[in-house]
């Protein structure tokens, strides 16, 4: 202060006020000094202080309990996801026993007065699976189960195969179902991308009385890049403006002779299935005139493939409204000769398995776990086909790999040869097919029977599925 500097002192009273001192010197000389009572002003600093203190440790414990709630919903999506899949295990197999006995009982009567019941309780079956396929597929999709995998095809590859399925219950209908083929290409999940138009042709099968379902495929852009517009029109009853949003909600039924074949969850699917893939889906309908529905998907050039390790048979999962109707003789025996090692601890699946496989003209040979099918083996099966789950933890594609790994000594040992006469002459046997069967649908069994070379069907097996994929071996 003597030295003519500015200064600034703030001190506390006996009587609790705050005084601040303010100095600084004059132009002309000497020294000017203010007091000002800043009492009021240092108590709300320290209430602001305190409020600050206070909201950081709000905002902790609210941290706390954010991530506390994040780790019990993370573990509940897992239990979740856990039970979805032994929910579809457990809820497929009396399911997958009973599609196989019913597929035999209606070839057996096919030309008797039971006929009409057995293809009646054929169709039962199939629309119960359909149903409770979706509600699954509904429920993994909210749960955040679907993980997609996008790979690059040939859209052709999917549409074909989905018209050749749908061929069948659009003729019984008396509906032409039409198909312009297309040579582009797109990247996507491969599998989602089908149950997504499988989803749309089975509902304008279903809502078309009279006349035409047309599928087809026009190139557009979207975003600025090159896109593919997938469209399949019918020529139903159409949809009421009013109605056009809601029906993409869950259980929103329109007026339909056949509702009572669907619960109302396709439509929801299909949104839920593009949402998650980023793709488009839109719709176009006039009153008694029909409907379009339409996806758009990216455009990608053929040079874009990636060559997949899926066998013939990966994608041999059927329409699952559609029932066995060949016409051949029931009692075909084109698996004479051939031996069959099933691997399956499901006695009432076993015992269906077994005996359509015996009408088919095959020895059939039963496993229930590792030490039955390694036991088995000796026999050199024609065929493996391996449930997925097994008891005790154990699963097909572990027990197929141990297989994998026997030498032709070991093989000669359980056939109780010699290995020293035999080692030179044999060779690592592999059966003509090996056939992985699960009721989980998980995209990650399906890549693993890909990884494996193994040929994919999903139960309930539908035995058209799995006499196609046999026949194309052995033919």
Not at 78 to 99: C, I, R, V, W, Y
């Amino acid at each position: 202060m003597l030295e003519g500097s500015r200064h600034k002192y703030i001190r506390k009273q006996h009587d609790g006020r705050v005084i601040e001192l303010n100095g600084a010197p004059l132009p002309g000389g000497g020294y000017v000094t203010t007091y000002s009572d800043i009492t009021e002003y240092i108590a709300i600093q320290d209430e602001l202080k305190e409020s600050k203190s206070e909201l950081e440790q709000r905002v902790m414990r609210r941290t706390k309990e954010l991530q506390l709630a994040k780790q019990q919903a993370d573990a509940a999506n897992e239990s979740k996801t856990k039970f979805l899949a032994a929910a579809g295990h457990d809820l497929m197999q009396p399911f997958n026993a009973a599609t196989l006995f019913a597929s035999m009982l209606e070839k057996k009567t096919k030309n008797s007065e039971l006929s009409g019941l057995s293809e009646g309780v054929v169709n039962s079956l199939n629309n119960a699976q359909t149903l409770l396929s979706m509600l699954l597929d509904m429920t993994k999709l909210d749960s955040g189960v679907l993980k997609p995998n996008k790979i690059t095809f040939a859209v052709d590859d999917v549409l074909s195969s989905l018209v050749t399925e749908f061929s069948l219950i659009a003729s019984q209908r008396d509906i032409s179902l039409k198909y312009v083929k297309t040579h582009c290409h797109t990247h996507t999940d491969k599998h989602l991308f089908r149950r997504v138009i499988q989803n749309l042709l089975s509902n304008a099968i279903r809502y078309t009385q009279k006349g035409s379902v047309l599928i087809g495929v026009r190139q557009c852009t979207s975003n600025g890049e090159k896109a593919l517009t997938v469209c399949v029109y019918d020529t139903g009853p159409g949809i009421p403006l009013h109605q056009q949003e809601a029906i993409f909600g869950e259980f929103h039924q329109l007026e339909n002779p056949n509702s009572s074949q669907g619960i109302g969850l396709g439509l929801t699917i299909v949104d839920g299935v593009c949402k998650l893939l980023g793709h488009s889906v839109s719709l176009k309908s006039a009153l008694h005139k029909g409907s379009c529905f339409a996806i758009t998907v990216p455009k990608y050039p053929a040079s874009a493939i990636q060559k997949m390790r899926i066998p013939q048979g990966i994608e041999a999962e059927p329409n699952l409204l559609q029932f066995d109707a060949t016409q051949e003789n029931p009692h075909s025996l084109f698996l004479t000769n051939k031996r069959i090692l099933l691997i399956e601890n499901d006695e009432q699946v076993t015992v269906a398995m077994q005996a359509l496989l015996s009408d088919w003209g095959a020895e059939v040979i039963t496993a229930t776990g590792k030490k039955d099918a390694l036991a088995a083996f000796k026999h050199k099966p024609d065929v493996i086909i391996a449930d997925y789950h097994l008891n005790f933890g154990e699963t097909g594609t572990d027990i197929l790999q141990l297989m994998d790994a026997m030498p032709s000594e070991s093989i000669a040992s359980l056939q109780s040869i010699a290995p020293s006469e035999s080692s030179k002459s044999l060779k690592p046997y592999n059966p003509a097919l090996r056939i992985l069967i699960t009721a989980n649908r998980s995209p990650e069994i399906r890549d693993l029977a890909a990884e494996m070379n193994l040929a994919y069907l999903p139960k309930p097996v539908k035995p058209s599925a799995l006499k196609r994929l046999l026949k194309q071996t052995f033919s």
